[in-house]
């Protein structure tokens, strides 16, 4: 199913305010859904997180067994030729579990239009919002659940698509379980069906959104106190150190002044003598 139609993606500032509505690109955004595809990647994802290490042991790996049980004849009981077969407890497995691989290889265009067709999807239902940048200082979850909190999305499975690998955003969603914060390059079919709201950042998808007017982002910290009187401190004692260099330097021509006059004296008095 396609139709060329544009979508529009609500935008916000990274504080949760709201901007004006951003257009998608149409090169992603063209409304192609295709299912078959989807399941197909999202089956194959799910079979690829399978590690197939569960194994058993046939009748000859199992210890013991190495000589008849019983004669073969005249006992009256079933003949038997080890303890380790099968029918025994503790014998064999018969067609037993051994390791094997699960990994499903699907096409790099298969899984491109799967992909392409599940943020259609998403886009289709209003469920994608576009954030300006995150740019977070240091790890900090209450930030990412404050903003999460103003989206109105609190109680949702969330996807967050950052430009690139960025470790803070990472570490503030990462104890939260309906959260998950993944670069935008590495996000596949199942993450985005996974998720009921993708919060993109802007320069993820190749537009750069402007800090908007008096967003916090935008506006310049006021320095602490504390900064301030350092600074002033520290501009004192450069005061000072200089005052204490001009007089060293004042002194030095009275001192050599001083010093010649003595020298003068004493050799008028050698003369004298």
Do not use: C
């Amino acid at each position: 199913m396609a139709e060329n139609t544009t979508f529009q993606a609500a935008a916000y500032t990274a504080q949760g305010a709201e901007r004006e509505s951003v257009t998608l690109p149409a090169t992603l955004f063209d409304g192609t859904i295709n299912m078959p595809v989807m399941h197909q990647a999202v089956k194959a994802y799910l079979a690829n997180q399978r590690q197939g290490n569960a194994a058993t042991k046939i009748r000859k790996y199992v210890t013991g067994g190495n000589q008849k049980p019983w004669k073969q004849k005249g006992t009256g009981r079933a003949r038997q030729g080890s303890i380790r077969a099968p029918q025994w407890v503790g014998g064999g497995t018969v067609f037993g579990p051994i390791p094997r691989s699960y990994a499903q290889y699907v096409p790099r265009q298969v899984r491109q239009l799967a992909r392409k067709s599940a943020f259609n999807a998403r886009a289709r239902e209003n469920a994608i919002f576009i954030i300006d940048g995150f740019a977070f200082e240091s790890p900090k979850t209450r930030i990412l659940v404050d903003l999460l909190g103003r989206l109105g999305v609190a109680d949702k499975k969330v996807l967050i698509l950052t430009e690139g690998t960025k470790p803070n955003v990472f570490l503030s969603g990462r104890n939260l379980p309906t959260v998950h914060v993944m670069p935008y390059s590495d996000v596949s079919t199942y993450h985005i069906l996974w998720s009921d709201v993708v919060l993109i950042e802007s320069g993820a998808l190749g537009s750069q959104l402007e800090p908007a007017e008096g967003s916090e982002a935008g506006e310049t910290r006021p320095k602490k106190a504390g900064g301030a009187r350092k600074a002033a401190s520290k501009a004192g004692a450069k005061k000072a150190a200089t005052r204490g260099a001009a007089k060293k330097a004042a002194k030095r021509p009275a001192a050599k002044k001083r010093a010649a006059k003595k020298s003068a004296s004493k050799s008028t008095k050698k003369k004298g003598k």
